[in-house]
Nanobody, 121 residues
């Protein structure tokens, strides 16, 4: 079994910063793509940013230049540094990892439980 545990959400004023962290644990052979998604009330879950093991990244247009995703392959962690936050960034943020649990490399998509980010004055 593989678990993802997120931390770092909270309430922040517009223009402020937050850093989200996610740690994977359990039966892990290898982790491929790691990413952050978000879901605002009444909206579909959307990709915020993702990162490959070698470090290549993808960002949603709405967060480019403000958010930075990073990962530590040795610790099986992924972080999301969020700067210049806007009210429209308010959402539940979910960590996701594509995990191989053994040498068969069958990929399991694992999700964290989510952490709430509220941007409001």
């Amino acid at each position: 079994q593989v678990q993802l545990v997120e931390s770092g959400g909270g309430l922040v004023q517009p223009g402020g910063s937050l850093r989200l962290s996610c740690a994977a644990s359990g039966s892990i052979f290898s982790i491929f793509t790691m990413g952050w998604y978000r879901q605002a009330p009444g909206k579909q879950r959307e990709l915020v940013a993702s990162i490959m093991p070698a470090g290549s990244t993808i960002y949603a247009e709405s967060v480019k230049g403000r958010f930075t995703i990073s990962r530590d392959n040795a610790k099986n962690t992924v972080d999301l540094q969020m700067n210049s936050l806007k009210p429209e960034d308010t959402a539940v943020y979910f960590c996701k990892a594509d995990v191989a649990r053994d040498a068969t490399y069958r990929i399991l998509a694992v999700w964290g439980q989510g952490t709430l980010v509220t941007v409001s004055s």
